[in-house]
T-cell receptor, first 111, second 114 residues
């Protein structure tokens, strides 16, 4: 079966450092990978999308990479701030709109 | 725009009771879906709709019904609640079917079935 896996252990990081999250998938390469942020008691909020033929995408302090050889996407938060503390979800999507979400990785940024 | 709204925010049911979770969006999105989120698991698709009058099953549809009479509303019905349906439920919408469309999520309904 197709799987999408994120590190279940929380990532504790000091303010100002770069947080790096991993999203691994099995079987076919998705057409797109999307990343969402989820705060406690709230719904996920879209952050970034990267296409299969893109290596890297940036938005402000966020950077996403997509390596189809490793079947992996990395999500980076540079110059992290306590306000970045949240759970981050990755989702693989195909061209037909089928979404498959990972369980998410919690990030805790301490001052 | 209010985006995607859900009611209620919290609900406690007894086994065997039925209820409807409400979802509405004001973005004129054609595509709407219902997910459940359980600890340690990714969001799992229950049912989805590609437009008014059209619905289909997702990954975990058993025990749930949906209908889509208008573009705005997409209620989820629990027919006979079971403890296994204790979860957080999210409604989502997006403007198109393709996978490059971002999803807009509601705030969620936390359901406990005793």
């Amino acid at each position: 079966s197709q799987k999408i896996e994120q590190n279940s252990e929380a990532l504790n990081i000091q303010e100002g450092k770069t947080a790096t999250l991993t999203c691994n998938y099995t079987n076919y390469s998705p057409a797109y990978l999307q990343w969402y942020r989820q705060d406690p008691g709230r719904g996920p909020v879209f952050l970034l999308l990267i296409r299969e033929n893109e290596k890297e995408k940036r938005k402000e302090r966020l950077k996403v990479t997509f390596d189809t050889t490793l079947k992996q996407s990395l999500f980076h938060i540079t110059a992290s701030q306590p306000a970045d503390s949240a759970t981050y979800l990755c989702a693989r999507t195909d061209s037909w709109g089928k979404f498959q979400f990972g369980a998410g990785t919690q990030v805790v940024v301490t001052p | 725009n209010a985006g995607v709204t859900q009611t209620p925010k919290f609900q406690v049911l007894k086994t065997g009771q039925s209820m409807t979770l409400q979802c509405a969006q004001d973005m004129n999105h054609e595509y709407m879906s219902w997910y459940r989120q359980d600890p340690g698991m990714g969001l799992r698709l229950i049912h989805y709709s590609v437009g008014a009058g059209i619905t289909d099953q997702g990954e975990v549809p058993n025990g749930y019904n949906v209908s889509r009479s208008t573009t705005e509303d997409f209620p989820l019905r629990l027919l006979s609640a079971a403890p296994s349906q204790t979860s957080v439920y999210f409604c989502a919408s997006r403007p198109g079917l393709a996978g490059n469309n971002e999803q807009f999520f509601g705030p969620g309904t936390r359901l406990t079935v005793l």
